[in-house]
Each structure stands twice: as structure tokens, then as C-alpha cells.
């Protein structure tokens, strides 16, 4: 699915543009791996706020866990740029879906990194996987 998702020039109903920061910087001389995680994170955090899962954590009742974080690194990252950050859910099933993800460079004109987040739906007391509601998996639809 992944390798898939980069060749494709598609639809991405969520895109968010991101500075490139110098203390993004290693010693390599590029932009860190774990910033691009960032990066997906910065959309996702996004789209759930679209979807209605802003209200995150211990005082809300229930919303998305992260279950599982893939990240395929095209092209190394350097100071000064632009990424991109965009995202689209897909396998929207009846506790959880997938974030499809997506990270393009102005200054390179291309995908640097691609992957998926798998989000599950949780009743944050119990610790257990609870269905979507009818409203967030219609917001969900929208993302696609």
C-alpha cells in the first residue's frame, strides 16, 4: 500500500505547510528521522480536529490511540525548506482506520517520506476498543 501511495499524484484533502527549522538539523548535516514523524503528526493532530477528536486524553470520554506508526524516508531534509504535510484516511472500518500520509519538499519538488498511522478508537477509562461514531466516521469519509 505504501509504495503504492507515493507514485500516486492523487487527491490529499489535508495538506499543511511546515517551516524547515535549523535545529531540525543533525549531525549528518539534514533534517532528523524522528522530525518527519513529527511532521505526520502535525497533520494528524489536524485531522482529528476536523473529524471532532480534538478533545484528547484523560477528561474526554473516549477518541484515537495510535496503534501502529509507518514511515518509508525517500530523500534527506535540509535547512532552509518547506515541507508539506499531507494526509487522507482510508480503511475506515468500525473501531479504527488508517491515516495515509504523505511529506513533499518545495525546494526539492518531491515525496521525501511516506506512510500510515493506524488509529483505534478507545474509551480512555477502560482501556477498551470502543465503535466510531456515525459522526466522526462521516468526517472520516471527508478525508478521503
Known amino acids: 500500500m505504501?509504495?503504492?501511495m507515493a507514485?500516486?499524484?492523487d487527491h490529499?484533502?489535508?495538506?499543511?505547510?511546515?517551516?524547515?527549522?535549523?535545529g531540525d538539523m543533525d549531525a549528518l548535516g539534514?533534517?532528523?528521522n524522528t522530525r518527519f514523524l513529527r511532521w505526520?503528526?502535525?497533520a494528524r493532530i489536524e485531522a482529528f480536529r476536523r473529524i471532532g477528536s480534538v478533545d484528547l486524553g484523560?477528561?474526554?470520554s473516549s477518541g484515537p490511540i495510535l496503534a501502529r506508526l509507518e514511515c518509508v524516508f525517500r530523500r534527506p531534509v535540509v535547512y532552509p525548506d518547506t515541507v508539506t504535510s499531507m494526509i487522507r484516511a482510508s480503511?475506515?472500518?468500525?473501531?479504527?482506520y488508517t491515516l495515509?500520509?504523505?511529506?513533499?519538499?518545495?525546494?526539492q519538488q518531491q515525496v521525501v517520506a511516506f506512510g500510515t498511522s493506524r488509529m483505534v478508537q478507545v474509551d480512555y477509562r477502560s482501556g477498551e476498543k470502543v465503535p466510531l461514531s456515525a459522526g466522526i466516521i462521516e468526517e472520516l469519509e471527508k478525508l478521503r
Open 30 to 32: 539534514h533534517v532528523n
Open 91 to 96: 480503511e475506515i472500518g468500525t473501531d479504527r
Open 12 to 22: 490529499w484533502p489535508l495538506a499543511i505547510p511546515i517551516p524547515v527549522a535549523w
Open 100 to 107: 495515509e500520509h504523505q511529506l513533499v519538499s518545495a525546494d
Open 2 to 4: 505504501c509504495s503504492k
Open 7 to 9: 507514485d500516486e499524484a
Open 40 to 42: 505526520f503528526e502535525d
Open 58 to 60: 484523560p477528561s474526554s
